[in-house]
C-alpha cells in the first residue's frame, strides 16, 4: 500500500524559508514522479513542483522557480522542497503527490494517483 508522508510545515514571515519533506513507501518501481501539489484556500489545486525517480528530472511552476527547490533521496526515500523568500501567495496547504509508471511529471495535478495528507504552510507578517 501506498503511503507518503509530508512532514515541515508551519508559519513564516514573507521572505522567509520552510523546507517539507515527503516520505514514501510501499511501492518498489523505477519509474515514476514524485510531487508537491498546493491548494489555497478557494483555489482548485496547483502544481508546485515535481521530480521523476527515472532521470531526476525537476520541474517547477512559474511562480516559485528561483525560489523552490525539489530533490530525492533515494536511499530514504525522501522527497524534500526546499522553500525559500516566501510569499502570502505561498500560503496553502502543501500535498505530496505520486504518479506511478511514468518517465515524466505529470501536466496537472489530478494526474497524481496517491496523495499525503498534506501540511500546512501560512506565510503572514
Known amino acids: 500500500q501506498v503511503q507518503l508522508v509530508e512532514s515541515g510545515g508551519g508559519r513564516v514571515q514573507p521572505g522567509g524559508s520552510l523546507r517539507l519533506s515527503c516520505a514514501y513507501d510501499?511501492?518498489?518501481?523505477?519509474?515514476?514522479?514524485i510531487g508537491w501539489v498546493r491548494q489555497a484556500p478557494g483555489k482548485e489545486r496547483e502544481g508546485v513542483s515535481c521530480?521523476?525517480?527515472?532521470?531526476?528530472?525537476?520541474d517547477y511552476v512559474d511562480s516559485v522557480k528561483g525560489r523552490f527547490t525539489i530533490s530525492r533521496d533515494k536511499e530514504a526515500q525522501t522527497v524534500s522542497l526546499e522553500m525559500n523568500d516566501l510569499r502570502p501567495e505561498d500560503t496553502g496547504t502543501y500535498y505530496c503527490?505520486?504518479?506511478?509508471?511514468?518517465?515524466?511529471?505529470?501536466?496537472?495535478?489530478?494526474?497524481?494517483?496517491?496523495w499525503g495528507r498534506g501540511t500546512q504552510i501560512t506565510v503572514s507578517s
Open positions: 510501499g511501492f518498489i518501481s523505477n519509474y515514476y514522479a
Open positions: 521530480i521523476t525517480a527515472s532521470s531526476d528530472t525537476k
Open positions: 503527490a505520486l504518479l506511478l509508471g511514468s518517465w515524466d511529471c505529470p501536466r496537472q495535478a489530478n494526474e497524481y494517483q496517491d
